[in-house]
């Protein structure tokens, strides 16, 4: 059998397919964005014939660049935005409803409502996370209460709920299979994360009913087999990953106490705690790293509402920098007696704070401060909020103390704001030789399951650093830049 996988990575913004070589190099790539709509304010939703589409054309230019055919792959493996919740007909395959993306607010006030009745105790304790929207049972019941007759279907057992990974397989495998993995069934408050298992108290709590929920499997498992009406061939599906833990097993952090970072729109932080089920104190999330072999590691995650999209704001809102790559070497202009802070507070802030209505701020300002200084303050605000994350998983987790950073995504190309987050971070940030580490993850699952592909060890062992940054900064000019972020943060904060 030969090696070559394929990575489907179904992402917020675009869709992209990466074939792969048995020694991980990068053979083929597909990439196609996709139409965003904003039917109201706070309101996100993507088309699932969208985003089917691209996945299809993606993979054919995939397979196309890397000149090969379907038949020659050993195993596909699919990774995926978390969260976003798809609704379709069982018999007909047609969604009831454009899906409900993560970053929809639209069920903000049934999550209050729920809080106020005191519910988020048991909802944490079963499923490691808080009481908000960006999950997706509260979008499951959203959609079963507005899609007219959509709630006595699903209780008929006629509708089937799915997130994105789910939604592929279904139309990959041509509606054989319904299923998900451990991960992402993590990620929609329904999944108890300790027994393994979809929970009835909270499926009553939510009132979505068990007849719509995908079978669970573990990370790298048989999925079926694509329906070769679709790529002429019937090529295994074999692992499946939220996207966040596909990259924290594409960054081969198996070990407790190993760290990545994804530096994209957002930033997503993830510390593997192995078999320990951290609960945090300090509002982070706990969640499934991975299940293989039935074998269930967790990890704390932090989340970042704005990393690259502060990059973006400076090009496409303020106008100050026209490429993302010149941010580093404005940041490097700038003036060293001066310093601003931006709380990029766009759309509230996240962990740890998880202040919904806080709004940004940009603090600090003279009469000679100039783009140079604000888009320095952008990129460190980065910085400033990953320390605050790695603070908060310190707190929570003793062993997180001497952690080395494994950084990943479009934003970790700028060697300046990854020099200044070891600085802020007084910690190592290892940035890797394969920056597609979530697609690598996704490839990874499906190669292992296959047999064609090394096991943890094989594969950690062939994991290589392009560059490590250390920390340079005086100890003095670290504690005076993280006291004036914190009394920004301060400031900032609605409550
Ligand atoms: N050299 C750079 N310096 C700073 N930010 C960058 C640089 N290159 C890309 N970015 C930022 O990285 C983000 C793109 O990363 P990517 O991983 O593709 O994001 P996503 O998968 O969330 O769409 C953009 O927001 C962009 O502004
Ligand atoms: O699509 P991304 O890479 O921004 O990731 C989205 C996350 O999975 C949301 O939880």
Known sequence: ??????AIDQGTTSTRSIVFDSDYRICGVGQQEFPQHFPASGWVEHDGEDIWRTALETIRFALAGAKIAASDLAGIGITN????????????????????????RRTADVCERLKAEGAEALVTERTGLLLDPYFSATKIAWLLDNVPGARLRAEAGELAFGTVDSYLLWRLTGGAVHATDATNASRTLLYDIARGEWDEDLLRLFRV?????PDVRDCAADFGSTDPAILGTAVPIAGIAGDQHAATLGQACFGPGMMKATYGTGCFALLNTGTERVAS??????????????????????????AGSAIQWLRDGLGIIQRADQSGGMADAADPEQQLY??????????????AHARGALYGLTRSSGPNEIVKAA?????????????AMRRDWAS????????DGGMVASDWTMQRLAD?????????????????GAAWLAGRQRGVWPDEAGFAAGWRREHRFLPAMTSDERERKLAGWHDAVRRTLTA
């Open 424 to 440: 802020i971070l007084d910690a190592p940030v290892d940035r890797p030789v394969v920056l597609e580490t979530t697609a690598l």
């Open 81 to 104: 935005q978390r969260e976003t919740t798809l609704i379709w007909d069982r018999a007909s395959g047609q969604l009831i409803h454009r899906a409900i993306v993560w970053q929809d």
């Open 1 to 6: 059998m030969s090696g070559f996988i394929l």
């Open 379 to 391: 990129l460190e605000s980065v910085c400033f909020q990953t320390r605050d994350l790695l603070d």
């Open 281 to 306: 104190r300090n509002r982070l999330l706990t969640t499934i790293a991975y299940r293989l072999d039935g074998k269930t590691s967790y990890a704390l995650e932090g989340s970042i509402f704005v």
């Open 209 to 213: 009913p068990r007849a719509l929920l």
């Open 400 to 407: 997180a103390g001497d952690t080395v950073l494994r950084v």
């Open 342 to 355: 931006l709380v990029p507070a766009f759309t509230g802030l996240g962990a740890p704070w998880w202040d």
